[in-house]
């Protein structure tokens, strides 16, 4: 019971501290695959964010992609990187 109470009460102190390692949902990869219907708004993490070259061409800003936001419904549905620039 004690460990149960442990796994618990780790996983909400991530959740509310904002780690990733409380989201199971996160991927290295864009959603794809028919195993999980998404809806519009539902947000996949990156497993691990990355710094990424230009926001666009000829822009010189670069940006950190943190996940994925689903924009048309379905299994996969259609996903769109989630973006913050960084840099100039």
């Known amino acids: ?11 909400v102190n991530h959740l509310s501290e904002g780690k990733l390692s409380a989201r199971y949902q ?3 990869t864009v959603p794809s695959g028919s195993a999980v219907a ?3 708004g539902d947000i996949t993490w990156a497993t691990s964010p990355t ?3 230009s ?7 670069s940006y950190v992609r943190i996940g994925w936001i689903c924009t048309a419904a379905g299994k996969p549905g259609t996903h769109q ?6 840099g100039t």
Not at 55 to 61: D, H, K, L, S, T
Not at 81 to 86: D, S
């Open 38 to 40: 998404y809806a519009v």
């Open 55 to 61: 926001i666009a061409p000829g822009v010189a800003a």
């Open 1 to 11: 019971m004690q460990d149960i109470v442990r796994a618990i009460t780790s996983q």
């Open 51 to 53: 710094v990424i070259g």
């Open 81 to 86: 990187e989630l973006r913050i620039a960084v």
């Open 26 to 28: 996160a991927q290295s």
